[in-house]
């Protein structure tokens, strides 16, 4: 071999230097693929921890506990809101001065009396207001309209009700059951 030095090889050639990483160039991070996957490891990491805070959140807020979850689907019922009925009101211009209630709530048979609220005043086919299906409002009186008395009084749901034939706008004529007056004291019927 004809060579001094004694770093050739066999076949007479100077061996390959060794590889030696390059320095990373000054704001660059590593490789594109190391970054997309550390983006998208971080992403569904903090969407995770979103989702988890925020429906844990509304679960707090709204009071929904397991105890309260087993509750309603065990046999016990939940609670529901009462029924809210509406109180008609004397309309001033209706009810004036001159209008007094019957006295003791009696009517006569034959008599004729109306509604002295200013709102509408359901008419129904039975005595009663108190869990009562739709189909028993058979009419609704307006403020200041008449009805005949035919019947009655009946007590239902604590008030002294009274049968009455109304007749309506379009000349239909209605019979029915009629409060005459309000669980609260306000007359409804009067003169």
């Known amino acids: 071999m004809g060579s001094s030095s004694g770093w ?7 061996p390959a230097p060794a590889r030696q990483p390059t320095p990373a160039r000054a704001g660059k991070s590593a490789s594109p ?4 996957s550390r983006y998208w490891l971080g992403f569904w990491l903090s969407f995770l921890l979103l989702t988890l805070v925020s429906c844990g959140g509304l679960v707090l807020s709204s009071g929904i506990n397991r105890l ?3 509750a309603l689907q065990g046999e016990q019922k939940g609670w529901t809101p009462p029924p809210v009925t509406a109180t008609p009101t004397p309309d001033p211009a209706v009810a004036s001065a001159s209008v007094q209630p019957p006295a003791d ?12 609220t200013n709102s509408r005043v ?6 009663g207001h108190l869990s009562k299906p739709n189909g028993d409002i058979v009419a609704q009186m307006a403020p200041g309209e008449q009805v005949e008395i035919i019947g009655g009084p009946a007590s239902a749901d604590n008030l002294l009700w009274w049968q009455v034939r109304y007749r309506a706008a379009d000349g239909q004529t209605v019979e029915g059951w009629v409060a005459e007056a309000t669980a609260s004291g306000v007359q409804i019927l009067g003169q």
């Open 33 to 36: 693929r190391a970054t997309r």
């Open 68 to 70: 309260d979850l087993a």
């Open 8 to 14: 050739q090889n066999s076949e007479g050639r100077l």
């Open 105 to 116: 709530g009696a009517f006569v048979l034959g008599q004729t009396t109306r509604n002295v």
């Open 122 to 127: 359901n008419i129904r086919q039975t005595p």
